[in-house]
């Protein structure tokens, strides 16, 4: 299982070395942009109540399922939603953070020793994903163990297996909003902030409802829900917030930041990737109601490439 000393660890890196890793002097010139400190400062503040309304949004439409029959995991509808949540994510992963992991870590603001000779960013994606099955087999056998019958087995292990793929989910998600969050605050150009308020805004919408379906399945605690639910969607703004305090002394494109941001983003599209594929998707998949229903498949489908086709659109701006 996700252990909270790893959340921490990874989140301290995040919020704090990211930012003084970015100060100081780079190789490379920045772009030149049309700098308006007073009205990128207006786009970002729009950019955090509009990133709050949208993540809080999207995680709390699959925890309704509660109080909305319609939206319990055992309804048709919650199987559209997960399939349509698994295509966003693994959208996210393949089309918005590993290009930018890819584009960190062999930026030619780098040295071309080591980082333009080895491929950084795919050992890295590759070793988060075997971390994170390690740790799902190891959750499950862990858990499984010495069980009273096979019904409490089964019952036991898939309760398990949503809470590890709940918070896993969150901290590959919640590293990659911080990383976004932290460069639109950083930005001075209102020309680069402006369409990135609507794009993150349904980016975070899409990604909430992914993660709220998980944490409904794992079947928390009300408090767990809502601290979940609460972190995910305070990560973006509180990354804008970041950016705006250190935006007169941040450097994106120095090396210590592109070594930063690139290491993180490989990491989180690992885990995203994986998580998508195998713990969401797969499982859904083989699942026997989806099996024995042609129209549920097929609905199944639709959903999913309609939720990659809508966050890949986004990569436009985002």
């Given at each position: 299982?996700?252990?909270?000393?790893?959340?921490?660890?990874?989140?301290?890196?995040?919020?704090?070395?990211?930012?003084?890793?970015?100060?100081?002097?780079?190789?490379?010139?920045?772009?030149?942009?049309?700098?308006?400190?007073?009205?990128?400062?207006?786009?970002?503040?729009?950019?955090?109540?509009?990133?709050?309304?949208?993540?809080?949004?999207?995680?709390?439409?699959?925890?309704?399922?509660?109080?909305?029959?319609?939206?319990?995991?055992?309804?048709?509808?919650?199987?559209?939603?997960?399939?349509?949540?698994?295509?966003?994510?693994?959208?996210?992963?393949?089309?918005?953070?590993?290009?930018?992991?890819?584009?960190?870590?062999?930026?030619?603001c780098l040295s071309d020793?080591?980082?333009?000779?080895?491929?950084?960013?795919?050992?890295?994606?590759?070793?988060?994903?075997?971390?994170?099955?390690?740790?799902?087999?190891?959750?499950?056998?862990?858990?499984?163990?010495?069980?009273?019958?096979?019904?409490?087995?089964?019952?036991?292990?898939?309760?398990?297996?949503?809470?590890?793929?709940?918070?896993?989910?969150?901290?590959?998600?919640?590293?990659?909003?911080?990383?976004?969050?932290?460069?639109?605050?950083?930005?001075?150009?209102?020309?680069?902030?402006?369409?990135?308020?609507?794009?993150?805004?349904?980016?975070?919408?899409?990604?909430?409802?992914?993660?709220?379906?998980?944490?409904?399945?794992?079947?928390?605690?009300?408090?767990?829900?809502?601290?979940?639910?609460?972190?995910?969607?305070?990560?973006?703004?509180?990354?804008?917030?970041?950016?705006?305090?250190?935006?007169?002394?941040?450097?994106?494109?120095?090396?210590?930041?592109?070594?930063?941001?690139?290491?993180?983003?490989?990491?989180?599209?690992?885990?995203?990737i994986y998580m998508a594929q195998?713990?969401?998707?797969?499982?859904?998949?083989?699942?026997?109601?989806?099996?024995?229903?042609?129209?549920?498949?097929?609905?199944?489908?639709?959903?999913?490439?309609?939720?990659?086709?809508?966050?890949?659109?986004?990569?436009?701006?985002?």
């Amino acid at each position: 299982m996700a252990k909270p000393q790893l959340l921490l660890l990874t989140l301290f890196c995040v919020f704090f070395l990211l930012p003084s890793s970015a100060f100081g002097d780079c190789t490379c010139d920045t772009e030149d942009e049309e700098h308006d400190k007073t009205q990128a400062l207006k786009y970002k503040l729009a950019a955090i109540a509009s990133i709050l309304v949208g993540g809080v949004t999207g995680v709390c439409i699959p925890v309704l399922g509660k109080t909305i029959p319609a939206l319990r995991p055992e309804k048709d509808v919650f199987f559209f939603i997960k399939a349509f949540a698994a295509g966003v994510i693994l959208s996210t992963g393949f089309i918005h953070v590993l290009p930018d992991a890819f584009e960190n870590l062999t930026s030619p603001c780098l040295s071309d020793s080591p980082w333009q000779d080895f491929p950084f960013t795919g050992l890295l994606k590759t070793g988060l994903e075997m971390w994170r099955w390690e740790e799902s087999m190891r959750a499950t056998y862990t858990n499984t163990r010495a069980t009273p019958s096979f019904v409490d087995n089964s019952a036991s292990s898939d309760l398990i297996r949503h809470r590890v793929i709940s918070q896993v989910l969150e901290l590959g998600i919640v590293v990659h909003s911080v990383i976004i969050g932290i460069s639109l605050g950083a930005s001075e150009s209102p020309k680069t902030i402006r369409p990135l308020v609507a794009a993150l805004t349904f980016h975070q919408f899409f990604e909430g409802m992914g993660l709220g379906g998980c944490i409904a399945q794992a079947k928390f605690q009300n408090r767990a829900v809502v601290v979940m639910a609460t972190f995910f969607s305070l990560t973006t703004p509180v990354g804008i917030a970041i950016g705006i305090g250190i935006s007169n002394v941040y450097n994106e494109n120095s090396p210590r930041a592109l070594i930063f941001e690139g290491i993180f983003n490989a990491a989180s599209a690992g885990i995203l990737i994986y998580m998508a594929q195998v713990d969401l998707l797969a499982v859904d998949y083989m699942n026997p109601r989806v099996q024995s229903h042609a129209k549920l498949q097929i609905g199944v489908n639709v959903s999913l490439l309609l939720g990659a086709g809508l966050m890949s659109l986004l990569a436009k701006w985002a």
